[in-house]
Every structure is written in structure tokens, then in C-alpha cells.
């Protein structure tokens, strides 16, 4: 059994940079290892992926000092899983490891949705056996639908903590009613909205909801798929494999593509000043915002591990924070 990975376990930063995480005993990370790339093309990937890198990529996070991944099992049709779990027993600590639930896919690869026990039941066993875990820190739905059995679906993810299976539950991509009749069953740790400086419909509600009542929130995306990465160009964009989602994203193309990496521009700009990326900025940015307690950061080889990690570790000043919002969007 793998030592769990706790602040001063090893990493080179975060040791004392840590948040609890809503009414869990976690403290994580402002970053943690998002697992989505990394499950490669299959099911709206990003394109193919070396495996071997994957698992560098992996422990050079934890070596850094991130305590914590974030995965699913349509991610690669289950492929994200066992990646993460061919990681963990190579690595010499244990991250906390979340993982969600509501999606299922046949042999042909045709994904269903459901949030029935029984589904859901499979789904926590499937999902164990390829993470090679005894039991899941954190287990989310991914997605509210059919929401006509999300009152089902939370009361089962009740009792598979009840029965120790997972330790805490969240949800993904929820509205503020849609958690509400959640917490009326059972209490929520956790949700996984989607947040960057694109994009930033989630502050107007569901932050300040989950800041009111003691809900952590994890959000993905903080540097929109890595329009703001500082990395990105209209020629890496021509150049993405067809099975890469974000070759049809509107944010990848024209119009908004030229603005979006003008942004990116700005990013690296205020990022000189920190010796820092513009990913990091756009990271630092999204973590600064009222209500988030991390963010879910993709990192698919070592040398993005090493571009994005100090982003959970600098702090925007009023005047770069406002420059930044003051963007054209």
C-alpha cells in the first residue's frame, strides 16, 4: 500500500499552499493532475498519446508536489483509468485520486447515460479495478442526465460511501438547482464547473452558491483547453490531428481564435514579471476568484508538468488581475 502524498511528502512546492476541500478531511493542492488527454484519441480526445510519457508526466506532478488526479472513465473509454493506475503503482506515494460515474459505453464505443444504482454500482467496480485502488477519494457525477434520475443516482452515491467504496462525493457540471436536490439527500463535497477568463458563466452563480454553503469547488479548464497557454498558435491548430475535439472548437478557430491568443499575449506579458508562463497566469487568475478551492490543470508530458506548476503559486496583483479582465473578450 502506497504512502498517501500529504503537504511536505516529498514535492518541491505546495507545502504549505494547501485548501480544504468543502466538508472532506482533503487538503489539496491548488492544482491538480487532469487525466482527460491522457486517455488519448478515442471518445472526443486530444489526439494521440504516448502512454509511456503519459506516466512520466504523471509522476513528474507528483514529484513537483501536486497531491491529487482527476480522471473519468469515458476519458479514453476507461484508457485514462488504467493509465492512472499503471502510474500509481510505479510511484512511491499515493495521490488522492478522483474519478466520476453517469457515462458507460458498449463494444462499438457508443456511449449511454445513466444515473440508475445498478448502472452506477458497475460503474464504481469497473473504475476500482482499473485505477487499482481500494477505494475512491473523491467520486463525482459527471454530468446531470437524465436528470429525471439525479435523486437515484445521488442516493446511490450515498450508500457507496456509506459502504466505503468511495470516501467522498461531488458532482460535475451542475447548476445551483440541480445541487440543491442533491443536498437534500445527502450533503455534496464537491463540484466541477468549468472556469477560465474565456469563459466565466459559473461566478455568477454556482461559485457564490457553493461558497455559501461550504461546497469546494474543483474547476477544469483554467487555461481553456490551452488556447492560453501560451503555447498555442494558428498553426498548431492547423497542424492538431483530426481526433483532437478542439480542431472544431469555435475557440480554436476564426474569429475568436486570433483574439483569444492576443489574450495569451497579455498572459505572457504579466507573466514576465513573476517568471512565470502565460498558462501559469491564466491558472493563477482562475484560482484567485471567490468560491474555488483548485484547479484541474492537463498536463500531458513532463515539460508541461514543468510550465504550468507554479501557476497554483503566484499571486496576481489588483492592478494585473484588472488589466486582465479589462481584455476585450
Known amino acids: 500500500m502506497l504512502e498517501l502524498l500529504v503537504p511536505g511528502a516529498g514535492g518541491i512546492l505546495y507545502d504549505t499552499i494547501m485548501n480544504r476541500l468543502g466538508n472532506s478531511d482533503m487538503e489539496l493542492t491548488p492544482i491538480g493532475l487532469g487525466a482527460w488527454a491522457i486517455g488519448g484519441p478515442a471518445m472526443r480526445g486530444w489526439g494521440s498519446q504516448d502512454d509511456d510519457v503519459?506516466?512520466?508526466?504523471?509522476?513528474?506532478?507528483?514529484?513537483?508536489?501536486?497531491?491529487?488526479?482527476?480522471?473519468?472513465?469515458?476519458?479514453?473509454?476507461?484508457?485514462?483509468?488504467?493509465?492512472?493506475?499503471?502510474?500509481?503503482?510505479?510511484a512511491g506515494v499515493r495521490p488522492y485520486v478522483f474519478t466520476k460515474c453517469s457515462m458507460t459505453w458498449n463494444e462499438r464505443g457508443a456511449l449511454s447515460r445513466s444515473l440508475k444504482q445498478g448502472s452506477l454500482r458497475g460503474e464504481v467496480e469497473a473504475s476500482l479495478r482499473?485505477?487499482?485502488?481500494?477505494?475512491?477519494d473523491l467520486y463525482q457525477i459527471h454530468l446531470p442526465m437524465p436528470e429525471a434520475e439525479i435523486e437515484e443516482g445521488w442516493q446511490t452515491m450515498a450508500q457507496l460511501r456509506q459502504e466505503g467504496k468511495v470516501r467522498w462525493i461531488g458532482v460535475s457540471n451542475f447548476s445551483v438547482e440541480q445541487i440543491r436536490r442533491c443536498s437534500a439527500?445527502?450533503?455534496?463535497?464537491?463540484?466541477?464547473?468549468?472556469l477560465n477568463i474565456i469563459h466565466r458563466g459559473v461566478m455568477d452563480d454556482v461559485l457564490p452558491y457553493c461558497a455559501e454553503h461550504g461546497i469546494g469547488a474543483i474547476v477544469y479548464s483554467?487555461?481553456?483547453?490551452?488556447?492560453?497557454?501560451?503555447?498555442?498558435?494558428?498553426?498548431?491548430?492547423?497542424?492538431?490531428?483530426?481526433?483532437?475535439?478542439?480542431?472544431?472548437?469555435?475557440?480554436?478557430?476564426?474569429?475568436?481564435?486570433?483574439?483569444?491568443?492576443a489574450l495569451a499575449d497579455l498572459l505572457a506579458e504579466i507573466g514576465r514579471e513573476h517568471d512565470a508562463t502565460a498558462g501559469e497566469v491564466a491558472i493563477a487568475w482562475t484560482l484567485r476568484q471567490h468560491g474555488v478551492t483548485a484547479a484541474i490543470v492537463?498536463?500531458?508530458?513532463?515539460?508541461?508538468?514543468?510550465?504550468v506548476?507554479?501557476?497554483?503559486?503566484?499571486?496576481?496583483?489588483?492592478?494585473?488581475?484588472?488589466?486582465?479582465?479589462?481584455?476585450?473578450?
Not at 70 to 88: F, K
Not at 298 to 307: E, F, I, K, L, T
Open 298 to 307: 492537463g498536463m500531458r508530458s513532463p515539460d508541461q508538468v514543468a510550465g
Open 130 to 136: 482499473r485505477l487499482a485502488v481500494e477505494v475512491i
Open 222 to 261: 483554467p487555461m481553456a483547453g490551452g488556447l492560453l497557454s501560451g503555447r498555442m498558435s494558428a498553426d498548431r491548430v492547423r497542424q492538431m490531428d483530426d481526433t483532437d475535439w478542439r480542431k472544431r472548437a469555435d475557440a480554436f478557430n476564426e474569429p475568436q481564435l486570433s483574439r483569444n491568443l
Open 54 to 90: 503519459s506516466v512520466r508526466t504523471i509522476h513528474a506532478a507528483l514529484d513537483a508536489g501536486v497531491n491529487w488526479i482527476d480522471t473519468a472513465p469515458v476519458y479514453g473509454l476507461g484508457h485514462s483509468e488504467e493509465i492512472v493506475g499503471r502510474a500509481l503503482r510505479s
Open 309 to 329: 506548476i507554479r501557476g497554483g503559486e503566484i499571486t496576481l496583483s489588483d492592478d494585473e488581475a484588472a488589466r486582465i479582465e479589462a481584455f476585450e473578450l
Open 185 to 194: 439527500i445527502a450533503p455534496v463535497t464537491s463540484t466541477q464547473p468549468g
